[in-house]
């Protein structure tokens, strides 16, 4: 290991806003029972200083650039950042420390050990941006599986919204199909986020509101637009949508790709269910429309 990640790893442990938990403190009970973390439950107190306020997550998050910047614009919400890599982690959590931002925080530890972490209803939203699309691993390694949105149930609120933003086709579809085969309200879609160019003031072109009856109490943003029905209109996305870029969007853009953003709900009774492939999601037409993403080396 270089001397400039064991800088920054030993320059972690004096952060206040990261917490590192040790896998064997998740683990101390096996992998099919963990065990919750203090934390769970009370981030407002041990972590926010008691600052009230909805918590919304991004998962993968990389060096945080969603978490600083959607905290900074709204200081009424709390911020997670949650990635596994130290390194990462370390720059978003010197920025939130040199900026005194006391609405951010940053979780050191695999998506996969989230539910030990978080109580029932504790997060209202969940930001996954660029997520790896895991062209060729099991679905289940997908951050927008049914597997995964069993463990995000455990702690996301009714009417509480994932936001996919992703240059992947196939994670978007993906997930799209995902949203579809378990009826759960897709509220916003794009293939191409910047399309028209005019900055956030109309949806772009692809974007369209799938499902215009989700009851408004279910969703902030219909609410926010009437608590109507807006079959056929169209309400601005969040600027942070398309003013927020990230280390991985910054480079993908450079590369020319199309960036897709979606927003769903994912409220639902009974278990989740996979798509079917190819029926519901084909897997390999996707693979191959995926571009150069397929020859990067990140998964
Ligand atoms: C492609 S990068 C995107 C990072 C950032 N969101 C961005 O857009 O620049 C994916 C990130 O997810 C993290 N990641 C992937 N799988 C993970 C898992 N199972 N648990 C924790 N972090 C994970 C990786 O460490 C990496 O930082």
């Not at 993968?60 to 949650?82: F, H, M, Q, S, W």
Request: aromatic share 12%; with cysteine; charged share 25%.
């Amino acid at each position: 290991m270089g001397h400039g990640k064991l800088r920054k790893f030993a320059e972690n442990e004096t952060f206040h806003c990261l917490l590192q938990p040790s896998a064997e403190e998740v683990l101390a009970d096996g992998y099919f029972n963990l065990a919750d973390h203090p934390v769970k439950g009370r981030w407002i107190e041990q972590m926010f200083g008691g600052h009230e306020g909805p918590i919304v997550l991004e998962l993968g998050c990389g060096k945080g650039e969603y978490t600083l910047e959607l905290a900074r614009r709204n200081p009424d919400k709390n911020y997670i950042g949650v990635d596994i890599k130290g390194a990462r982690l370390w720059r978003g959590a010197k920025t939130a420390t040199e900026e005194g931002l006391c609405n951010v925080a940053f979780l050191r530890t695999r998506i996969e050990f989230i539910t030990a972490f978080f109580g029932p209803d504790e997060v209202s939203e969940i930001w996954l941006t660029f997520s790896d699309p895991q062209l060729r691993a099991s679905e289940n390694k997908r951050l927008s599986s049914a597997m995964f949105l069993e463990r995000y149930r455990h702690f996301l609120r009714p009417g509480g919204i994932i936001h996919l933003k992703t240059d992947s086709r196939f994670l978007f579809e993906y997930t799209r199909s995902v949203a579809t085969v378990n009826g759960l309200p897709i509220l916003v879609e794009t293939t191409d986020l910047y399309s028209d160019g005019q900055g956030h003031g109309t949806a772009p072109s692809g974007v369209r509101f799938a499902h215009p009856t989700i009851p408004s109490e279910r969703s902030p943003r219909f609410r926010a637009a009437g608590g109507t029905s807006l079959r056929g209109s169209t309400i601005p996305l969040p600027a942070e949508v398309r003013e927020v870029q990230t280390f991985y969007e910054t480079m993908f853009l450079e590369m020319g790709l199309p960036i897709t953003y979606m927003e769903f709900c994912p409220d639902h009774d009974g278990p989740y269910l996979n798509p079917r492939d190819p029926e519901d999601f084909d897997s390999a037409y996707w693979r191959t429309a995926e571009g150069p993403r397929r020859s990067l080396n990140h998964q």
